[in-house]
Structures are given as C-alpha cells and as structure tokens.
C-alpha cells in the first residue's frame, strides 16, 4: 500500500486556525519575539540545540523555516493568539520521509502561555492537518528524556514510546539520552 504525500500542501503555506489560535508562516519580523522564546530559560532547558544569542541567530532560523518549505522538505507555523495578535509558539513537521510517509514533529510555547490548553489546539489542529492534508501515515517525536511536559503532552494525543537511545545524542560537552514517540494515523481515526 503505498500513501503519496500530498505534494499541493506546498503550493502555498497552508495558513490555518482553530477556534482561539491562527497559524502562519514566520516573517523575518518575528525574529526578535522567536528570540525572547528560544532563549527563554524554561523553553531551552529541553531543546537540546544551540541557544540563539541575537537576532540574526533566529533570523537564520527563519530562513531555513522558509527553505524547507520551498524545497517540500517540512512546514513550521508560528501560533498566533488570535485575541492579542501575539506570536505565542511555534509547530513544525520536519524530515518529512516520502517513503514511509513519516513526519517528525517540533513544538514551543512561550511559558507565558503553558497550562491554558493552546498547545492542546494546536496540537488538535496540526496533527490533523499532518494526516489529512499532508497524507502522513505516522508522526515521530523526538524526546530529551527528562521533558516530562512535552511527553506528558504527547501522551495525551495517543503517541507511544517507540524506543529510548541511550547517550545518542552528543550535544553541549555530553551525551544525551533521548526518546522517540510515535502516533499513527490509525491510532486518531
């Protein structure tokens, strides 16, 4: 059986929203508010990658935001609150894998925002849009082990831990365990 991705999803960037959030490409405007995020102490402890330290930092990010998305290789939205027009987190499905018709996911909120259910909406929103638009048959999500909220989270979506890689991942000096969680498209239908 084999499940094409759904190539026309990067025609355009697919802009979408839920009943509180709005979800859009990143401006290059963005780059300071995705600073304050990717720096922010509680959102980096986890993140396993280089802390941004000015704006260019993240204005690089968003450009290869941008690249992905041209080169049909994944889609990152910033999630907007659509009351305060404010740039809250960010969700993207990256290594998109035509083969196997896989997505691994990324996802941040600023603390400001955590507890109030917007990573529950979008959640609801995107992973839905992975499946239906995009055509996935599965979702990956890559885990530092000690990140009990975001496995917390995917646990409560249906996600199942597929396997822990002991020291794996060498970042900052040392090696790191991680957790690889996965949710397929049978386990929501």
Known sequence: METPINE??????????????????????????LLNMRSHKAVSTYMDTAIPKRILDTEKRIEGYHTAFAENRGITWTIIDKNSHQLIG???????????SRGEIGYILHPDFWGKGYMTEAFNTLIRFGFNDINLHSFEANV????????????????KLEACFREN???????LDSEIYCLLKSDIT
Do not use: C, H, M
Request: glycine fraction near 4%.
């Open 8 to 33: 026309y999803v990067f025609d355009t960037f697919p802009e979408l929203e839920s009943e509180r959030l709005f979800y859009r490409a990143y401006k290059k405007e963005d780059a300071e508010v």
């Open 144 to 159: 530092n082990i000690e990140n009990e909220n975001s496995k917390a989270l995917l646990l409560k979506f249906g996600f």
């Open 90 to 100: 960010d969700f993207g499905i990256w290594r998109i894998d035509r083969q196997n």
């Open 169 to 175: 991942f060498y970042y900052d000096g040392r090696f």
